[in-house]
């Protein structure tokens, strides 16, 4: 037994030593350079197909390119198309049948990265697969409308839309599949494809260790340039621990983290070596008063009582570290859509307390108001886990109380909670929408786009604006949907279905010597220009 | 051999109860496959339904179940709703991280319980200090811990790699050594400090016996007492709570593989979880049912050869 003991500590001895002593030569603590960057990412993607999955799309991004793309001030920029199609440009007609006709002009000597053309028949083969049926992707959302596409050319895809559709110019964002590698393949189980893309982008899937990593490298002769992007190779580390992720670009161990919580911000602006970049976002974080579960919010008196209760600056320079701008409707900023001048809910306890009397909720003995033997109390829903969204529901929790509103709060995991709001089975949510680049909101407060048609789960019910609104989807000239959209966010201002709190600004941490990196408010992600980043020398 | 016919005879209702069970309780749950769709203004209604049918998923669950139960049996896993590609070969990519992280905690937490059990079951000192050291390992949550030493040793004094199994290029021993050290050391401290209060109890306990006594009084030395006697009658039921905390093991083993992204099944089974990836969670769910089946069986086949009156009754 004591021999035992003794080979025991001398195996712990010798392993001990040779742990510690190999860190030194890791290799994880290089910094990052035209050969290496690591990216610490907070999910590890279902697919790389950009159609299938749910996950942002950027690491697909890198390898696989849109038609078109969304710059860092959100407008639409051509990538694989030669132009934007417009009604100027005629590169739209809409047709007397109620119906229009999309022109796509290509982008010449563009090659998938084996070297085959791409051409207007990987465009009309996207759209048949997509529209076949047998299929899983994410959503057909656009391609339902599609009647046929024609090829007159090779770089000529004409695109026949069955009724008038305005968000026309993403329709490719997401890109097009190779015709020549797919056609007559399941696509649900096409793996080789599903987890190493075939593109036309900057990078290639060179490996996709599971559960740790996907390596991406440079191509050789990326199209823009004729020559490969300046950095080498882009590892993207799974770490969905948020902690974690921090400590390791703290510790060097990674160089990049995009979406960086707001609250942890401050923990890393004094790390030697690392920028924060900072872009006003394309979501806004808010309260849904749910109408029909919680008919008290029916009376537009109370929701602007409870949206003048709030004091939007406090909460925002307190809770998150003044990171984020209060914003008073759902299109954001930094949209050609976006309507500054709309009825705006400051912080007044005595507006808010007047309201409520005015809609007849007196104040009971325990301070709460009552009205026909109802007492103004609710249940606000959100997400667990989430640390600042807590902190918020407590603040908001005060903040209504204070005009008398009893809110109870309920934390939900993220998968149950969608579940939950989209059977409308709530009376208040603290969430946020991640808009998309487009700015329908048709699908947010439309009266007929309720659960299970839509997202309309604040169940505003207005004609006026739901006519705007369509009127808006009917749109094809850019400059007319702007003005109507910009009606409908005064409109949905007077009507505050819901208490908006602030923009969810993207904040990304990169390397200081990081040149090119500019951040994205939209879908398209951090990595929509990675062609053009390099690491200075220092 | 027949004790091993009759286990597994028995074992069959028992996993095809396990099964209906755990189908039922997952389908209970709030959310979805589909949920994670839900947060994608684009997704709209059409195509939830549209997915939820290619998916199977618009079927009565008893359906569902059944389907899946003759798959299943058949060796058939079914497909991730998550990444589409095979259940069976998700889980077994992640297998040889979890065993590499549970063995090395496993045998960390011996080394760290076995002296220590001996001394607090021996000596009055050991006992104190066996008190205070097996207190705070039971009592510090593995997140905690696995955060604390991160920050130490990696962070602070960079000994050691903070995460990961190996690091990008690198593939000596040496290095994939230095990244389960902190992820063996958080689970074999949580399990060590419990172990060693069962084996300072069974030895303790073995120590008051009648047989111990009378050989204490016939002269027999005190070591001589606890090396020779004592412990092989104690190990029996410590043999018992390993085998059986080893399955245990693999369940702490997820929180500690989140904190260290370690790529294992733990972190697959959270992953599978978030998404409501039923085929993953079942096959995750009867894996750990058969493990813990087989680790009760192999405890009962030890403690059959450690202690001979046993024998006669397995």
Known sequence: ?538 | MRLLLRRSVLAVPLLLLVSALVFALLQAVPGGPLAAYLENPNVRSEDIARLRTAMGLDAPVSVQYVRWLTAFVQGDWGYSYADGRPVLLRVLERVPATLELVLSGSVLALLFAFPLGLVAATRTWGERLSRVVTTAGVSVPVFWLGLLLQLSFAMQLGWLPSSGRQSFGATGLADRLSHLVLPALVLAVVQGAAWTRYLQRSVRDTLALPFVNAGRQRGLSESRLVWRHALPNALAPFVTVVLLDAAMLASGAVVTESVFAWPGVGSLFTEALVKRDYPVLMAFLMVGAVTVIVLNLLADLAVARLDPRTREEA
């Open chain 1, 1 to 538: 037994m004591r021999r035992s003991m003794k080979t025991l500590a001398l195996v712990v001895g010798v392993v001990g030593m040779t742990a510690c002593g190999g860190t030194g030569d890791s290799g994880s603590k290089t910094g990052a350079s035209n050969d290496l960057l690591i990216i610490g990412y907070d999910r590890e993607p279902d697919t790389m197909n950009r159609y299938a999955t749910h996950i942002l799309e950027d690491i697909e991004s890198c390898v696989v390119e849109g038609l078109v793309t969304n710059d860092e001030q959100m407008r639409i920029v051509p990538v694989l198309a030669a132009e934007i199609p417009t009604l100027e440009n005629k590169g739209v007609v809409l047709r007397a049948d109620g119906g229009m006709d999309v022109t796509w002009k290509l982008r010449p000597g563009v090659t998938w990265h084996d070297g085959t053309p791409h051409t207007s028949a990987d465009v009309q083969f996207t759209v048949q697969a997509i529209n076949k049926g047998d299929w899983k992707p994410e959503s057909v959302d656009g391609f339902d409308r599609i009647s046929s596409v024609d090829t007159p050319d090779s770089l000529t895809a004409v695109v026949h839309y069955k009724e008038l559709y305005a968000p026309y110019q993403l329709q490719f964002v997401r890109g097009t599949l190779p015709k020549h590698l797919l056609q007559g393949r399941d696509l649900n189980t096409a793996n080789d494809y599903n987890r190493a893309p075939l593109g036309t982008g900057p990078y290639k899937v060179k490996e996709w260790k599971t559960g740790e990593y996907v390596l991406l490298e440079a191509v050789p002769n990326y199209w823009r340039t004729g020559t490969a992007p300046k950095i080498r190779q882009l590892l993207f580390r799974f770490l969905p621990n948020t902690t974690t992720r921090i400590n390791l670009l703290k510790a060097g161990e990674v160089h990049m983290v995009a979406l960086v919580p707001w609250d942890q911000v401050r923990t890393i602006v004094p790390v030697p070596g690392i920028r924060l970049n900072k872009v006003v976002g394309n979501g806004y974080e808010h309260v849904t008063l749910n109408q029909r579960n919680f008919p008290p919010f029916a009376d537009v008196r109370v929701r602007r009582a409870l949206a003048h209760a709030v004091d939007r600056p406090l909460l925002t320079k307190t809770i998150l570290d003044g990171e984020v701008e209060v914003v008073n409707g759902p299109i954001q900023p930094l949209s050609a859509a976006y309507e500054p001048n709309v009825r705006s809910y400051a912080y007044d306890t005595v507006a808010a307390n007047r309201l409520l009397e005015e809609a007849g909720w007196r104040r009971g003995a325990d301070g709460i108001r009552v009205k026909d033997g109802t007492r103004l109390a609710f249940t606000l829903i959100t997400q667990s886990g989430f640390a600042i969204r807590e902190s918020v529901s407590q603040s908001l929790q005060q903040a209504f109380r204070a005009v008398g509103a009893d809110m109870q709060i309920r934390l939900l995991d993220g998968t149950s909670i969608s579940s939950v709001w989209f059977k409308g089975d709530f009376d208040a949510m603290l969430h946020w929408w991640q808009m998309g680049a487009d700015p329908e909101l048709t699908l947010f407060f439309a009266h007929d786009r309720m659960p299970p048609a839509g997202r309309n789960i604040n169940f505003v019910n207005d004609t006026t604006l739901s006519t705007l609104l369509y009127a808006s989807d009917r749109a094809i000239d850019v400059a007319k949907r702007n003005d109507l959209l910009r009606e409908a966010q005064r409109r949905i201002a007077d009507l505050a279905p819901e208490i908006v709190l602030y923009n969810t600004a993207k904040i990304d941490a990169v390397p200081a010597t990081l040149k090119g990196f500019t951040g994205n408010p939209t879908n398209a992600g951090p990595f929509w220009n990675v062609h053009a980043w390099e690491i200075a020398p220092k």
